[in-house]
Every structure is written in C-alpha cells, then in structure tokens.
C-alpha cells in the first residue's frame, strides 16, 4: 500500500526494510527470484517512506535509505517495474510520494530497452475496441491503437523534471530510430507518430537547432545534402548510438565526411516513414521544404537510372507535399532549379552494386556540353514538374502564378536599357546558362499552354498581366533608344551632319532588333487574340481596368513598331476595343462566390481519395471548411454518406489506419453543430441499422461518431433532436432489436472456425507443441481463462439468451453510453419524458439481465442511472438550488393511496428514490459481478445523498413551485393526519351557551 503521511512505526519499518533487502541482494542462488516480484510493491513503498517523507528528521537514515531505493528501481527489470509503479499511481497518495513515482517511471525510458517495455506496457494498458479486435484470434502482443499512440507519444516526449533535455533525447534516441529503422510495422509506425508529433511537433525540441531536430533531422538533410559530418553521421549508423564525446561539443560540426549510398537510402527512408506515416501537413512542409531541390534532384535521376524504389519514395515524398496547399513559392523555387543536379562540388551517380552516390563534380571545361541530352533531360524534368503543379489543391491559381513567373524570364524586356546596359544584356544572352535558362522557361510556359490552355482562359487575369509587362518593357526600350538616337544628333549639329540626317544602320544590326522584339510581341498578340476570343472569357471590373491600360500603351506603341509588326498590333487594339465597347462589358459581373468553394471542395474529394494520412489530412481540413463557413455548394446528406463511407470501409488500408476515421468522426461532431436533426437521424438509423448491411465493427464506429456528435451539440441536444436521438438509441439497447440475418452468419462463421480448430488438432502431431507457443516467452493464458474468454465473446454475439435472434450486446452497451453522454451533455434538452424511459430501460436491464455475459449491460445500465443523478444535480447547482422543472420524487408511490398519487407523481417526476433504493438493494444482493456491484453501491449512495439534499432544498424553499418538504399523508407513529387542515378556513372562535 502507498505510505501515508507518517509512518505508523519508523524502527519497525527500517528493521522490515533491512530484512527484506539483506534477502533481495544477497548475491548467493536462493529464494530472491521468487519473491522478488511479490514484494516489490512493499520494498519501493517502504524504502520511499524512509527516503523521502519530509515529516522524518534522522537524514544519515534518509541518506542510507535513498541508495537503497535506487539500488532496487535500478536492479529491477522494466517489465516489473512498470506495473508496479503505475499500480502506485492509480490510488489516492500523498503528494512527495507520487512525484518520486513519476520521476521513476519517466526516467525508465531512457533505460537499455527501456522504449519498447514502455511502449509494450501502455498498449496491453489500453483496451481495444468490441469489434473485429475483440472477434479476432489472440496475438503474441498487445494491440496497438491510436489512443495508446498518443499516450505513448506524450510519455516519450515528456522529460523528466530533473534531467537536462539533451542527456534525456540522447538516451531514447537510439532506441526510437532502432524501432523506426525496423521490420516491425506496428513498432514503426509507433515510433513514427512519437518523433513527429511528440517531440518534433513542440517548439522547445523540434524547432531548428534545438535537440530533438539536431537528432532526428538535420542528419537527414546532412546526408541528402552531402554536408555529413561525425556530429550527423552518428545517428545514421546500425543501430543508431549517441556518441558522448561528440554530444559534449555539438557547436562544433567539424569536416565533411563522404556520403555513402546506405546512409541516402536509410535517410530517405527514415524521412517517408516521419513524412508519410501519420497526418501531420505541417510536419510535412517543415522536413521537406529545406531539402526540396535535393529531392528533385534524386527524383530526376532516379527515374532517368531507372532506380524504381528511390524514384516511387521521392516522388511520393514531392506529391504529398505539393498536395497540401504549399503556395507558389516552392513552385517557383522548382522551376527556377528545373535542371538542379547536386550541389556546387558534388553531383549524383551509381557505386558498384548500382545503388544511389554522390560524386564530386567534374569541371565545366574538362567536359564538353552534351546539348541532345540536355534536351531529353529538360523534357522529362518539364512533364515531371507539369505532374507535380497538377498535385496542388489550388492548381488552377497556381499555373496562372507559374506561367506569369516563367514567361516573364523570357518575354519581359528591362524597362530601362541604355546602350552600354543593351551591350551588357546581349553579352549575357552568350553565355551558355542563361540561353538555357531561357530555354528552359519558354519550354514550360509551352507545356502549360498545350495541356493548361483552358485553365489560362478561365483565369485570364495572370495572362493580361504578362502581356502588358511586355508591352511595356517593349515601349519604354523604344522610347529609350528614339530619346538616345535624338540626343545624339542634336549634339552632332553641323553643315556636314545635314548630309546624315537620317541615321545609318546597318542591315544586320536593324535585323537583330527587329527579330528581338517580334519574338516577345509576336507571342504577346497570340496570347491576347487566343483569351479575348475564348468563350469562357468574362469581363471582370479587374479584368476591365487592365485592358484599358493595356489599350492605352498598346496605341502609343503601335506607331513605334516596324511595319511587320504595326499590323498585328493594330489587330489587338482593335479587340480591346470590341471588348470595352460591347454592351455586355458595361454590366460587368462579379465572380460567383461559391465557385472557389467547388474548387476547394473538388479537391477535398480529391484528397480524401488519396492513401497517403497527410494528404487525406488536408482533405478533411479542407472539407472542415466549407462547413464552418456554411458553404451552399455542400449537399449534406451527400458528404454525410461519404463521412460514413470512410468511417465505415473495411479494406486493409483504412481499416488499419485508426487516424483517418477518426478525422471523419470529428468532422461529422463539426457537420452535426450546423445541421443537427438530419446528422442524427441519418447516424441513428444507420447504427440501428435495420436492414442488416452493416457489421458490428462498423456499427460501432457509427456508435462513436454518435458519441462525438452528441458531445458537441451541446445545449443544441433538444427538441425534436433529442427525441430522435433517445427513440432509436433506447429502440437499439432494448431488446427490441431482430437481427436474423446476423445471428445466422454468425453460426456459420463459429461452425467454420469449429471445424478448422478440428481440422488443425487432427493434423497436428503428437508429442509436438504449437510453434507459436515455443517461441512465445510470455505468460500464456490458461486453457481455462482462454475457454472463458471465447465463451463470453461468443455470448456477446448471440445477445440475450431468452430472445429470438436478438441484437448483439455490445451494440446494446454502446447505445446505453451514449445515452450517458446524451445525459451528461444537456439533460435539461432532453426533458422529463426521455429522462424517465431511460431510467425505466436501465432498471428493467439491471432487473431482467442477470446472466453472466450481460455484466456489460448492467455496468452500463449503473452508469446511465449515475449520470441522471449527476447531471440534475449539477444542473441544480448551477441554479443555485432553485428548481429545474423536473426531478426524482421522495415518496414511495406504491405506498401511496391512488386518491392521492396524482398530487406526488406527474410529468415533472422521473422516478421515485425509495422504490429505487428498494429494486436496487434487491439487485445488489444477487449480483455476481464484481464491478456491478461496486457501480450499485455509489448508486444508492448517491440515491442516498440525494434525499438529504432534496430534504435541504424543501426546508429552504419557498412558494412559486419549488420543492417541498414532502411527509406524506399519514405521519407514522403520531395520530394526526397533517393534511386534515387543507381546504378549511381558519379555526374560529365561538362563544356557547
């Protein structure tokens, strides 16, 4: 037992203490393994009363019985030591002796092994679902689910209050990248979940230079990059170890270290794993942004070495990121780096075994320019990037951005060139980089046009905007040279320059600008003839305003151009022109303002048919949306029946994946706040399910979205609502459900894994034990409890024993808690009506199900009646005692007389105590239950308790409804009828004879 305050015998306690630890730690064979894990409990509650209890004095004492206490925490093994502290946890102690208990388990971690018995400790903690997990047939180990991922998570990354950070990561480090580096996918994806979100996703530890992404990042980005050095290069060996000495001086990076091929694939794979394993967009965009040209980079070469497993895990890393609404700017960042191929002195390449390397970049000049494979490799590097851009939620805005951004590379002139700067210009156009550069963005505006080109129209906004920076650029560069040309000939003014009035060029020179402005103009003019003519073309007030700019520089630039060029020109006016002049552009109409919303929400479908958590994340953030904002383009019933489909699919994927129909639970909690009668009704007829369509599991977790929809309703819970929601729960957890067609599958499927456990013993050898149980070390279960455990689970199934083809018990438990939860949510909108039935179901099971395996109906049935007390209570407090409308009533209604039950029983009655208290004590005494007849005891405790605070508020009352102090119409024991004075007027006076 945990110590109180004082010890009740300090020398007894220190002599029991020395005894127990001479046998625990006497190095000689005997007894100490056996007793050992019995009086652990004893040794650490006593040696910590010793140690740390501050109302002791004697300090040597306390000294002495410190070492002792570690001796034993550090020489006891982590798979006894867990239960064992957290069973210390779990009752009322004192304060010191609990914070010494946290510290202890908070430090077992960081144990040899200690990660895995932890991790092994919280899933065999938490219990799993009533569903297929329960149906299915026993493992080795415990289950693993999301809420023990999360406990898991927060424990992990919780360091202990007197352990500096660093000493703490370093330690369970290498253990969490062992279990990430592993075979084991549950162990993987535990692993996964708790760097990312438990330690990467809070500030203090995963921001840039702090431990945890000194530890579990940056030698990613290290070894992707080739700027590996011993301070990265320690956490990327097999198995992962801290170096101490290197951990000591972590401002020093020191050299850069080769990269070897086995530490890109295993950071590569290590970054999938974080990335993609769980639905976290914003881990995503952090850990992929920094390396996002090494990626591409590898994603290039891959694909053009035919290196399929590098190429399928970057591309997949390039999608997912590009498919969570990253904005323009890595967009922008790619095709400005469309041909990155490594760094300023290294470059990718193939080792012997044709595995992925790095290699030092050879010297521009050593090797000559191959132009034909340029050109392959910028053809496939533009339909890669083509297929990223399409990944993007917001693709139709973003090659509108894309295409501005490249076309301005090569059709944009400088709007203020001189001659020496014209010079410099043209010089630059000779190097070989820029006129691939060039090259390069006029090849991806092409594709754009040739697969995008309705987008383009739809969105002619980006377009207009590019086409009037040419045209400007072209007008003030022939503005510039008129004004140079006229300068110069006024300075030369003589009788010999009358001669030379008019300006010699030569041929080729006139020829070279003529060529450099029709290249830019030419393709200006399509741009505009090909989004004026388009149909989809609308006239916006924007749009407006920039097409008569672009009208009024065009005219000003017109006489400016050489002939082959003025026609053209000349043509483009004159379609702006027969734009702002037609009839329909005077009435200029606004964009609709739900077609964004369509967008968004095509592509939350989008999303949500993806496999990738991150992506499918993004898609039910998306989809919050549009509801928050009550969006029109949302047809309810139709996204509730995809929230179902996805809550309720059965392939391995999703079944597997507890994250993605938890998100679509939370958004039917956001859909039911805005549409509460048709998301109960729809979720309440599904999880009766009357026509038999659906499987436990399934009704189930149709069960939990009911509970998370009630939860926020709130105060919303009433009215017809609230009926509804009561009518089909109470239906579902009577016995009024007929299941034929469930019961029937359910034999067979008993009949057939009948006859293959036959079958199996049949083929089994004798004298020859299960492999299975071999190499399982575990405490295995005895036939005995095995048998009684399958019995159970089998008696679930076949329901209530005394019907016909009933209803599963486990749906039938489901329904009473979420009628608890209905109550605990607001039992005021629920009224005295429904309050009452519930009551009614509750007693009834409590009275009629007294079979073993409908224990869990009556711990249910408990539950509900525990709830209704609390809830009225607190709804009474929070009114400060005045009365609700509704309650339980103080008399014994069958005791009454029935001339006078109407004065004590009525609408505002949901039960009487006594006759409560009566039932009650009568199930108590037959219940074999453990658990339900400890749940019985606090109810009619709290029964108990409520008739004394109802007798307070009748003493306290006052008139206008409220409670009274009610004593029935006989005061036993006394003959005098209290009621024999109502009706009379008051007692006169008379004076006889």
């Not at 401002?251 to 890109?264: A, K, T």
């Not at 590009?322 to 470059?347: A, E, N, Q, R």
């Not at 329909?584 to 964009?591: L, P």
Request: glycine residues 6%; charged residues 20%.
């Amino acid at each position: 037992m945990p110590p109180n305050t004082t010890p009740h015998d300090e020398s007894l306690l220190n002599r029991t203490m020395h005894v127990l630890l001479s046998i625990v730690q006497d190095h000689r064979s005997s007894i100490q393994p056996i007793i050992r894990s019995r009086i652990l409990s004893d040794l650490i509650s006593g040696l910590s009363d010793l140690a740390f209890n501050p109302n002791l004095i004697d300090s040597d004492k306390k000294r002495s019985s410190r070492k002792a206490f570690q001796a034993i925490i550090d020489t006891s093994p982590s798979a006894a030591l867990l239960p064992t502290l957290s069973a210390f946890l779990q009752t009322e102690t004192t304060a010191w002796f609990k914070s010494v208990i946290s510290r202890q388990i908070a430090r077992i971690p960081m144990r040899d092994g200690g990660v895995l018995h932890t991790i092994l400790f919280v899933m065999s903690q938490v219990a799993p679902s009533l569903g297929q997990e329960a149906q299915a047939q026993p493992t080795n180990g415990p289950q693993f689910t999301v809420q023990g991922m999360m406990q898991i998570s927060r424990l992990l990354s919780a360091v202990p209050q007197d352990t500096e950070p660093s000493i703490y990561f370093e330690a369970i480090a290498p253990q969490l990248l062992e279990l990430l580096d592993g075979d084991d996918i549950d162990m993987r994806r535990v692993a996964s979940y708790t760097i990312g979100n438990g330690i990467l996703g809070k500030r203090l530890y995963g921001a840039p230079g702090s431990i945890g992404h000194s530890i579990f990042i940056e030698p990613i980005f290290a070894t992707l990059t080739a700027k590996l050095n011993s301070k990265t290069a320690r956490w990327l060996s097999v198995p992962p170890h801290a170096d101490t000495s290197a951990s000591q001086s972590t401002h020093q990076h020191g050299p850069s270290i080769p990269v070897q091929s086995h530490q890109i694939i295993l950071a590569l794979h290590r970054l999938k794993l974080l990335a993609l394993q769980h639905p976290n967009p914003g881990l995503v965009k952090r850990i992929v942004y920094p390396i996002l040209l090494p990626l591409w980079g590898l994603t290039c070469y891959s694909q053009q070495e035919q290196l399929n497993e590098i190429h399928a895990s970057t591309m997949t890393l390039l999608q997912t990121y590009f498919s969570i609404s990253v904005g323009v700017l890595p967009l922008k960042k790619l095709v400005d780096h469309l041909m990155w191929d490594g760094g300023p002195t290294w470059t990718f390449t193939t080792d012997f075994h044709g595995q992925i390397a790095f290699k030092p970049r050879p010297e521009s000049k050593s090797s000559p320019f191959d132009l034909v494979k340029h050109m392959d490799s910028l053809q496939t590097r533009v339909d890669l990037f083509i297929g990223l851009l399409g990944s993007d939620p917001s693709t139709e805005e973003r090659i509108g951005d894309i295409f501005l951004h490249v076309s301005q590379s090569w059709l944009v002139q400088s709007a203020s060139l001189d001659g020496a700067a014209e010079r410099g210009r043209r010089e630059q156009l000779e190097d070989t980089t820029a006129i691939l550069q060039k090259l390069m963005c006029a090849k991806v505006a092409e594709r754009l046009l040739d697969k995008f080109k309705d987008t383009l129209s739809r969105r002619p906004l980006r377009v207009l905007e590019l086409i009037k920076q040419v045209v400007d650029g072209e007008l003030c560069k022939l503005r510039s040279q008129q004004k140079s040309r006229s300068s110069r000939n006024a300075e030369n003014v003589s009788l010999s320059s009358l001669a030379n009035i008019v300006p010699e060029r030569s041929e080729s020179e006139e020829n070279e600008l003529d060529q450099e402005i029709s290249d830019s103009l030419t393709t200006a003019f399509s741009l505009l003839s090909t989004v004026l003519a388009s149909p989809e073309f609308a006239l916006s007030q924007d749009i407006k305003i920039l097409l008569e700019a672009l009208k009024e520089h065009l005219d000003q630039l017109i006489p400016l151009l050489p002939s082959t060029l003025a026609k053209p020109a000349t043509t483009s006016s004159m379609l702006l022109e027969i734009q702002l002049t037609s009839p329909e552009s005077t009435e200029v109409k606004a964009a609709p303002s739900h077609v964004l919303d369509l967008e968004t929400h095509r592509q939350a479908l989008a999303d949500l048919s993806s496999d990738l958590p991150p992506v499918q994340a993004e898609g039910f953030s998306l989809l919050s949306k549009l509801v928050l904002k009550s969006s029109p383009v949302l047809d309810i019933p139709s996204t509730l029946t995809l929230l179902l489909s996805i809550i309720t699919d059965s392939s391995e994927t999703h079944a597997n994946d507890e994250f993605i129909y938890l998100n679509a639970i939370k958004l039917i909690g956001t859909l039911a706040a805005r549409h509460p009668r048709t998301v109960v009704k729809t979720l309440v007829d599904n999880y009766a399910d009357p026509g038999e369509q659906r499987t436990l599991d399934q009704r189930l977790k149709i069960g939990e979205s009911l509970l998370r929809t009630v939860q926020d309703l709130g105060e919303a819970l009433t009215g017809e609502t609230a009926k509804t929601l009561a009518e089909g729960l109470v239906a579902v957890a009577g016995r009024r459900g007929h299941k034929p067609e469930t019961q029937r599958a359910r034999r067979q499927l008993e009949e057939k894994e009948r006859r293959e456990r036959e079958r199996q013993e049949r083929n089994r050898q004798p004298g020859l034990s299960d492999l299975s149980q071999l190499i399982d070390d575990s405490e295995p279960e005895s036939p005995e409890q095995n048998a009684y455990a399958a019995s159970i689970v089998a008696a679930w199934g076949a329901g209530a024993s005394a019907d016909d083809e009933p209803e599963d018990l486990r749906i039938r438990a489901s329904a009473l808690s979420v009628l608890a939860s209905a109550v605990q949510t607001n039992i005021l909108g629920l009224g005295p009506m429904i309050v009452s039935s519930l009551i009614d179901l509750a007693m009834t099971t409590l009275t009629l199900e007294s079979t073993i395996e409908s224990a869990v109906l009556r711990r249910a049935s408990v539950v509900l009646i525990l709830d209704v007390i609390k809830a009225l209570d607190s709804a009474r407090e929070a009114r400060k005692g005045q009365d609700i409308g509704f309650g339980f009533s103080l008399v014994d209604q069958e005791a009454t007389p029935s001339s006078h039950s109407g004065d004590h029983q009525g609408p505002s009655t949901v039960a009487s105590i006594p006759r409560l208290l009566r039932t009650l004590g009568f199930v108590e005494s037959v219940e074999t239950d453990a658990i339900v007849r400890g749940h019985l005891r606090v109810l009619i405790e709290s029964l108990e308790a409520w008739m004394e605070k109802s007798i307070m508020w009748g003493i306290g009352a006052r008139d206008g409804g409220e409670p009274r102090l009610e004593l029935g119409d006989r005061i036993a024991g006394l003959s005098i009828d209290p009621l024999a004075g109502r009706g009379s007027g008051r007692p006169r006076i008379e004076e006889i004879e």
